[in-house]
């Protein structure tokens, strides 16, 4: 049976580097993957909107676009005003499984998402959810409170298609300058993700792989 699939992500390019090989993959299965992006898309670097439409045709999931919280100011609303955003979407597709943020992480907006992602899904539904972590990020999380996945996709297909993707966004890519790519690997840059899908192979003995803290999964 074929799954429908929901990331729930604060801003663009989060999604690619958390799960973009976990998305492919699930494409590849023919599971529907609806991507849900909360931040206006309004960065300082301009609209983000056909950056995210580009890295979405290369992975294939669909993009819906909140258009509603400005970047790294999630906390300047209610939290209620979040949770809304994600029930709006979930009310109409009913997903098996969620990705979405480390509730830990050092970012502002993507702790917001977790948890409007965790009250969305309330106590009595049966949803999976999943967090991933996101390069830059998320390794700068408390120390008491670390990341520390207990999931692993193996996405050896997808890899090469998840680089593909992150490059499409040329004003993140922040490893270049002037077509020079940094000798030291930007977190985000392809050497690195590379390298990172690499690490939690040789933990996993996957071919590359994307890990995951399981939030909550019912069977």
């Not at 100011?73 to 955003?85: G, R, T």
Request: glycine letters at 6%.
């Amino acid at each position: 049976m074929n799954k429908k699939i929901l990331v729930v992500a604060a801003h663009c390019d989060d999604e690619i580097l958390g799960c973009g090989g976990t998305m492919g993959k699930h494409v590849a299965d023919a599971d529907e993957v609806i991507c849900l992006i909360l931040n206006n898309m309004n960065m300082w670097q301009g609209d983000m909107r056909p950056q995210a439409q580009a890295a979405a045709k290369i992975i294939g999931h669909k993009l819906v676009f909140a258009n509603s919280f400005e970047d790294n100011q999630f906390d300047k609303v209610p939290l209620l005003n979040i949770v809304q955003k994600v029930e709006e979407l979930t009310s109409r597709i009913c997903p098996n499984i969620v990705y979405t943020h480390y509730e830990y992480d050092l970012n502002i907006d993507h702790r917001l998402t977790f948890q409007a992602v965790l009250t969305a899904f309330r106590p009595g539904n049966t949803t999976d959810i999943l967090s991933f972590e996101v390069p830059s990020s998320t390794e700068w999380a408390s120390q008491d409170r670390p990341f520390a996945p207990n999931y692993f996709v193996d996405i050896g297909g997808h890899l090469k298609d998840k680089i593909a993707a992150i490059d499409c966004y040329k004003t993140e890519t922040a490893y270049r300058h002037d077509g020079f790519e940094y000798g030291i690997p930007h977190p985000r840059s392809p050497r690195a993700l590379a390298t990172r899908a690499q690490y939690w192979a040789i933990v996993t003995r996957m071919i590359a792989a994307e890990p995951f803290k399981v939030i909550r999964m019912l069977r």
